[in-house]
């Protein structure tokens, strides 16, 4: 929690959560009267504060004309906060630009978001509440309604029509009883991204290792002895550099053959710095490094977010199941033609933004170029980890403790677009850790309709990192 947090709550302020922003400019003043009514477009349309770390303002452009808000301020309730937009940045007739201030200045539970022209003393629109988001404060409709409780979509029209979420959480859909899975004190903290491939667990940990794990003979994993993977393998960018803040990992429908795909959001030497990277790793070379033979720097294609917010799940989707299933290409309008793309590896891969909860698809091209192919809401304030279902034909988006361990569905709806199909509780029995990782088992294993389910604690709480449950096939 930022200082500038903490001093809000000390100053005793009374501020009440109003029908729509507490101040907003409709007519600007102090501007010539053309450039007053283009700005007077660009709202505040959507806030984001966890009271943690996801501390976000969305921009939309409510006119007909682009408008370049270069040099534009963002500020809380203080004057002494700023966040300049940075130069070049403009917004389309109907665009969203959701802008991530929390390396700048943190938004309290009784806080306001203030949107100035360059000059910083011309208010151009602004919006205060009393309690933090759950998970965001959203216009409804977009730009010109009042501010309202909603599912979080930065970046996207917002969610007018369902309330926060869209579904009411419900119980977990298996068994309540929770085991640990490995030796006590085995991986340390950091251990984030799972993905079961049958015998098989693999694990990416924050470190930049990526774990080999088998069966240990009592329902739990261990790491596999041979090939080198007894202490994980170091992983290594493009050439050989860096340590890959490792977060996310997932396989292709050519299984570990095909090699293992890392979601990064940095370069360990690099902290301070996003890397916002898909980076793919043949996992069949001994010794105890990888070096990625291909890497996909996504960073100039998303919003800018905090070097340590950025991806924390990966998985794939198949793209027979997304063209059958009607699912809509962000880039086309139309239904997804996987033909369009030429070589890749034939599915999209998708990732999840820890810093805004969003979703995003891409198909990654085996010449190394990309296209976004979906963005999307999780409905959650984070994300830590994705895992695409194939029995059930369903995206897991999952949550740590920064969202009491929920746990979302997504499927393609009507409309050709993942939308929320279930919201449930952490299972009863498991206290609210700080999970990063979750891997369904296949159908192979579904055994009197049920079947294991496996969670990664970053923290490592009570020595263990990893944790079994199950689930209803």
């Known amino acids: 929690m930022t200082a500038s947090i903490a001093r809000r709550r000390r100053r005793g302020l009374t501020r009440f959560l109003v029908a729509g922003p507490l101040l907003t400019v409709g007519a600007l003043t102090g501007v010539p009267a053309a450039h007053a009514a283009a700005a007077d477009d660009i709202r505040v349309n959507e806030v984001v ?48 630009r959701a802008f991530d201030v929390h390396g700048k200045f943190g938004l309290g539970s009784d806080d306001e978001a203030r949107l100035y022209l360059a000059d910083g003393t011309t208010l151009v629109d602004s919006f205060a509440w009393s309690e933090h988001s759950a998970p965001s404060w959203s216009r409804c409709p977009d730009g010109t309604g009042a501010f309202g409780e909603a599912a979080l979509t930065l970046g996207a029209p917002n969610d007018c029509g369902t309330g926060a979420g869209g579904t009411t959480p419900v119980a977990w859909p298996g068994g309540s009883t929770v085991a640990t899975a490995d030796a006590s004190d085995v991986f340390g ?17 924050n470190s930049g290792k990526l774990w080999r794990l088998v069966r240990d003979g009592s329902g739990g994993w261990t790491p596999d002895t041979s090939g080198g993977w007894s202490a994980g393998k170091a992983l290594r960018f493009p050439g050989g550099s860096g340590s890959p803040d490792s977060e996310g990992v997932t396989l292709t429908g050519s299984g570990s053959a095909g090699g293992a795909f890392v979601a990064s959001e940095r370069n360990g030497d690099a902290s301070g710095t996003s890397r916002l990277s898909v980076l793919k790793y043949d996992v069949a070379v001994g010794g105890s490094t990888l070096t990625s033979s291909r890497e996909w720097n996504l960073t100039s294609d998303l919003p800018s977010t905090g ?77 830590m980890e994705l895992q695409w279902e194939p029995q059930a034909a369903r995206l897991w988006a999952v949550c740590d403790d920064t969202c009491d361990g929920r746990h979302r569905t997504l499927k393609v709806d009507a409309s050709g677009t993942f939308t929320t199909s279930a919201v449930y509780d952490r299972p009863s029995g498991m206290p609210d850790y700080n999970n990063e990782g979750f891997a369904p088992a296949g159908s192979d294993e579904c055994v009197a309709g049920s079947k294991p389910v496996y969670w990664s604690d970053d923290s490592n709480d009570g020595g263990h990192a990893l944790r079994k449950g199950t689930i209803t096939c």
């Open 49 to 96: 504060t966890t009271g943690d770390v996801n501390d976000s303002i969305e921009l939309y452009n409510k006119g007909t004309a682009t408008i370049d808000v270069s040099g534009w301020i963002l500020k809380d309730d203080y004057n002494s906060s700023k966040y300049k937009i940075a130069s070049g940045t403009t917004l389309a007739p109907g665009a969203y």
């Open 189 to 205: 903290e950091d251990l984030s991204g799972l993905y079961q491939e049958g015998s098989v667990l693999w694990g990416a940990q």
């Open 307 to 383: 070097s340590n917010l950025g991806f924390e799940g990966i998985t794939w989707i198949p793209d027979t199941y997304l063209s059958g299933a009607g699912f809509k290409d962000a880039t086309t309008g139309s239904v997804y033609d996987p033909a369009r793309y030429g070589a890749h590896s034939g599915g999209v891969f998708f990732v999840g933004v820890e810093g805004t909860g969003t979703i995003y698809g891409y198909v990654l091209a085996d010449s190394g170029s990309y296209t976004r192919v979906a963005s999307l809401s999780s409905g959650m304030s984070g994300v």
